[in-house]
Each structure stands twice: as structure tokens, then as C-alpha cells.
């Protein structure tokens, strides 16, 4: 017999014997619906096994990475912000002179009626390409991933576009050279998203202390994820500055920084995009929720170290300590731009300060602001926010300290 006919055979061994003697099947008619039966479950057997299997398997992409390409264009991946906060992101082709200055990258549209941020009668919203960086997922050519703020057809920045108030901020004080590190904790769960990576489906792992900064299989739960971010990030020319394991298992941080003004923003959120890709390769789940399991674990956070010029020079530190004071006036006003869900993180347990309290001191991780004992020692350096949450939007937050500082 030939190769069709044994699939049906084999087949119809597996149909239930009250189908097989069906009289359909005693006419020549009815044999060949019941053939064409036989063939519409095996294609569905395989497709069954087999779909969702290629879009996760980089070999098979790789083949067509791997294409001579054309040498005068590049693809653009333009990469924006949507009404939840979420990075969303669309291709297209440029040449290799408009890719070779933010400045000459042209912008675009979307349908803004499909990300919440615009009315379906009136749904363009214009992509204004801000910041580029190599794009580590389209690696064998000079591709682009672009950073956009987003425009009403008018000019005017639509109400999810936090970066433009933030840049003009910036620019007025530019001369204070303001730097930031922001050190960005997240947290990796199966595709269920109830269970976190690692942990025993519907119940818990042992308690805190041994994950922090851990190593060994028993302990250590999405170590390749976090890795294979931080080369991508510095493939894209992210400044990640360090990550690690974090104290909760299966939640990890990184850094980034120093970066001055509004560069951090524009770091963090590309970085973000980044992690979720990372993340959608290995088929996992990252959420930058504050608090992502309830109880005795801790929250994630989004600390933010700063300064500026004098801060760090010779006597810093009455400008430090003179920040700190102006932010304990404005503790409401942080509180209330630093994330969704973070009276949950901020309970004054697990290195954290209570949300209805504001205080600062040396070394102390209980506290809202931490001056490092190396900052205290030399008399100048740097302070760390350790109020915003993993989830907060980083535009409004820098702009809100920077804001306050020079107040």
C-alpha cells in the first residue's frame, strides 16, 4: 500500500469500532468521506503537536537572519509606550543614511484606538523616533531598535507621553548635570502567571535567605533569562550596569546607569522592551508587579540612585542631605508617581519603609532615602530613593526628584 493509505489504516485503527462499522462506510461514497475523515485527523494530530512549536524555535529563524541582505537599508524597530505602560512595538525599512542619526529617522503612525490611547474616529497617533540602539534580536546587520515618543497629529504630546515634560525639565537643568542609576527588579512566572519560576505549583518554596545572590540549581530559577537580557542589553548599547538574583525566588534585578537626564528613561524603557523579548524566547512570564505574591516575600522595587555636579563634589553632601529634607516636604507628591501598588511593597517590612513614613539615613535600607556609608565617609556622592516600585514609569519619577532637589 502506499504511504496515504497506511496513514488511514493506521488511523482507523485508533477510530472507535461503533464509527468504523457505520453504514457510511459499506459504500464507496461513504469509504471516501470516511478517507478524507481519516486525512483532516491526521493533519489535525500534527498540527495539534506541532503549532506554537516554530515561532519559539530560533533555529528555524535563523536561517533567514542568516540571508545576504540588502546593504543600503536596515530594519527599524520603533518601540513606544501604550496607555498600561507596556512597550508595544512595529517594523519597518529605512535606508542606512536615515538610520544614521536619530534625527533623520522619519516618523510614523499608529492606531493608537487599538493601545487605549486614542479614539477609534480619530485613531493616528505620530511615532517621533528619540533615542537608537542596536537591535540584538536582528543582529547580522546595522538594525535598529528605536525609541518614540508619541504625538497628536497637532504636535501636541498625547496624555501617555510622559517623556516630553520631562525633557524640557531636563534641558532647564542641563547645567546641573544630573545623574541616575536605576536598579530594575522583576519577577519570572510560568505561562500561567500564578506560579513563579521555580516555585511548586500551588504551593511555596523554602523560605527567604538562600536565593539572594545564590548559586546551584535548588535555588537559582531564570539565571539564563536574566543572563541572556544583560548580553542583549549591551549588545543594544543599554548601560546595564550589574545585575543579580534577588531576594524572593525567581525574582532578579538589573541596573542601569549612570545615565544623565532624561537618558535614563529612555535606557530603562528600551531595556524593559528588551527583557519581554528575552522573556517571550524562553516562553516565561516577567511581570514588574510591586508586590507579586502576597505574605512573608519580599515586593520588587525600582530604587533610584542620584545626583548632580555638586553632589559629588568635594562637600556634596550638604546638598544630599539638603535634597532629602525638600523630599520629606514632598512625600506625598513621590509617593504618589512612584507605581501602582506600591502601599503593598512599602509596609516598612522587607527593607522597606512605611508608605506613611518618610525618613533617611546611612546605610539604613529601612529607610526612604539611603545616603551610602562611602557618600557619608567622603563628603560627597550620591543618594538612593528606595521608594518607587518596580512598575514605575521612569520619565515622571526622575523629573519629580529632579524637580524637588532643585526646588
Not at 506613611?356 to 563628603?379: L, M, N
Request: net charge negative.
Amino acid at each position: 500500500p502506499d504511504l496515504r493509505t497506511m496513514h488511514l489504516l493506521f488511523l482507523l485503527a485508533l477510530v472507535p469500532s461503533a464509527v468504523r462499522v457505520a453504514p457510511l462506510s459499506r459504500s464507496p461514497a461513504g469509504r471516501a468521506a470516511m478517507s478524507r475523515s481519516a486525512v483532516s485527523m491526521l493533519d489535525a494530530g500534527l498540527l495539534q503537536s506541532k503549532t506554537g512549536m516554530s515561532s519559539t524555535d530560533n533555529a528555524v529563524l535563523k536561517r533567514y537572519h542568516d540571508l545576504k541582505m540588502p546593504t543600503d537599508t536596515v530594519q527599524a524597530e520603533y518601540v513606544w509606550i501604550d496607555a498600561n505602560m507596556k512597550t508595544r512595538s512595529k517594523c519597518r525599512t529605512v535606508t542606512v543614511k536615515q538610520a544614521s542619526a536619530v534625527e533623520k529617522m522619519p516618523s510614523w503612525t499608529y492606531d493608537g484606538s487599538s493601545t487605549g490611547q486614542a479614539p477609534g474616529d480619530d485613531s493616528e497617533v505620530i511615532l517621533q523616533p528619540k533615542a537608537l540602539f542596536a537591535d540584538p534580536f536582528r543582529p547580522n546587520d546595522d538594525n535598529l531598535l528605536v525609541l518614540c515618543d508619541t504625538y497628536e497629529p497637532s504636535g501636541k504630546p498625547i496624555p501617555t507621553n510622559y517623556r516630553a515634560a520631562a525633557a524640557e525639565l531636563f534641558e532647564k537643568y542641563e547645567d546641573e548635570a544630573p545623574w541616575f542609576g536605576i536598579e530594575q527588579e522583576y519577577t519570572l512566572f510560568n505561562m500561567d502567571k500564578t506560579t513563579p519560576l521555580g516555585w511548586p505549583k500551588g504551593g511555596y518554596p523554602g523560605p527567604q535567605g538562600p536565593y539572594y545572590c545564590g548559586a546551584g540549581a535548588d535555588r537559582m530559577f531564570g539565571r539564563a533569562i536574566s543572563e541572556a537580557h544583560y548580553i542583549a542589553c549591551r549588545y543594544a548599547g543599554i548601560k546595564i550596569a550589574g545585575s543579580n538574583a534577588e531576594v524572593m525566588p525567581g525574582q532578579w534585578e538589573y541596573q542601569v546607569g549612570p545615565c544623565v537626564g532624561i537618558e535614563a528613561g529612555d535606557q530603562l524603557w528600551m531595556s524593559r522592551y528588551i527583557l519581554d523579548r528575552v522573556a517571550e524566547d524562553f516562553n516565561v512570564f516577567v511581570t514588574l508587579e510591586p508586590k507579586p505574591i502576597k505574605g512573608d516575600w519580599n515586593g520588587a522595587g525600582a530604587h533610584i540612585n542620584f545626583s548632580t555636579k555638586r553632589m559629588r563634589e568635594t562637600g556634596g553632601i550638604k546638598d544630599i542631605i539638603a535634597c532629602c529634607d525638600k523630599m520629606a516636604l514632598k512625600h506625598a507628591e513621590h509617593i504618589a508617581v512612584y507605581g501602582e501598588g506600591n502601599a503593598d511593597r512599602l509596609t516598612g517590612l522587607h527593607e522597606t519603609c512605611s508608605i506613611e513614613e518618610f525618613k533617611y539615613g546611612v546605610a539604613d535600607r529601612g529607610c526612604s532615602i539611603r545616603i551610602p556609608r562611602d557618600t557619608d565617609r567622603e563628603g560627597c556622592g550620591y543618594l538612593e530613593d528606595r521608594r518607587p516600585a518596580s512598575n514605575v514609569e521612569p520619565y515622571t519619577a526622575t523629573a519629580k526628584i529632579m524637580e524637588t532637589c532643585m526646588s
